[in-house]
């Protein structure tokens, strides 16, 4: 990549008239916490290399540095104006009620210092205790979430133009199909886990017939347990050998081939500048092969989302048999 040329992530337009999301963009979810100043500068130096796709969360406190690195990037003329970026957040399980939608995105909005969304996400399928920001939510928090009321409070966000495009996040098909029955406005988005060893074969297949575009979080894996298990898998390794490709690099070419967008997450300027580099090589037939029969297992498990006093008392419940 040449150090004085944007790359040129490709788009994707949501909805029937929705804005056009970049199909890489920056995850700012950090585990343990970083600082905000640091969160800052690593948002910067990404708006610098050609990023304008960011993600954040009101669980993720990245809302504030993330809307002060927008306010800098303006000021050094890093970008013209705010237009030029898509920024999505996320809808709380303590806000995940009908008449608490509006006013957390409003908090989300004045946290980020912009006046609307790109897109506003429902961060699980499953309500909490009001006014309780916590993770992980104490087991006799969990209530159901009325999909109807909520639903309905995220059409309005997007009637008042506070949010671009509305969608869901670690929604399984089941979910997405009881939200399809009852939505005036369709789920643009559903965030969920997708890696070479989360394949996803059954979202993909619903969300391209439903006209729901994937986004993928996890896309190296993550370090689950502080285990690497994408980054060390060994048909990986072997194909990025072969091509002169990091393993990070297959992964996201892989995800994006399936034509999902995809999340990156690294504050190191080298390894955010390679995560750009997948756009102008392909993965052959047979390398594409060799990934689709990599043995399937769930990485992030949703353990934390079930609860005997809750709607999901199992894993199989909160996935609908999908794990």
Partial sequence: MDGNSLVNIPEVILGSSGPRMPLLGMGTATSPLVGSEEIK?????????????????????????LGEAIAEALSRDLIKSREELFISSKLWCSDAHSDLVLPALQKSLKALRVEYLDLYVIHW????????????????????????????AMEECQKLGLAKSIGVSNFSCKKLSDILAIAETPPAINQVEINPLWQQKKQMEFCKANGIVLTAYGPLGGTIMGCSRVMENEVLKEIANAKGKSVAQICLRWAYEQGVCILVKSF???????????????LSEEESKKISEIPQSKGSSGVDYISDQGPFKTLEELWDGEI
Wanted: hydrophobic share 40%; no cysteine; glycine share 6%.
């Fill in 41 to 65: 500068t690593a948002i910067l130096q990404a708006i610098e290399l050609g990023y304008r796709h960011f993600d954040t969360a009101t669980l993720y406190l990245t809302e504030e540095p």
């Fill in 268 to 282: 190191h300027s080298e390894r955010m500048k390679e995560n750009l580099d997948i756009f102008n090589w392909t």
């Fill in 125 to 152: 399928p499953v309500s909490s205790r009001p006014g309780i920001y916590e993770f992980p939510i104490k087991k006799g928090d969990f209530l159901p979430m009325d999909f109807k009321g909520v639903w309905a």
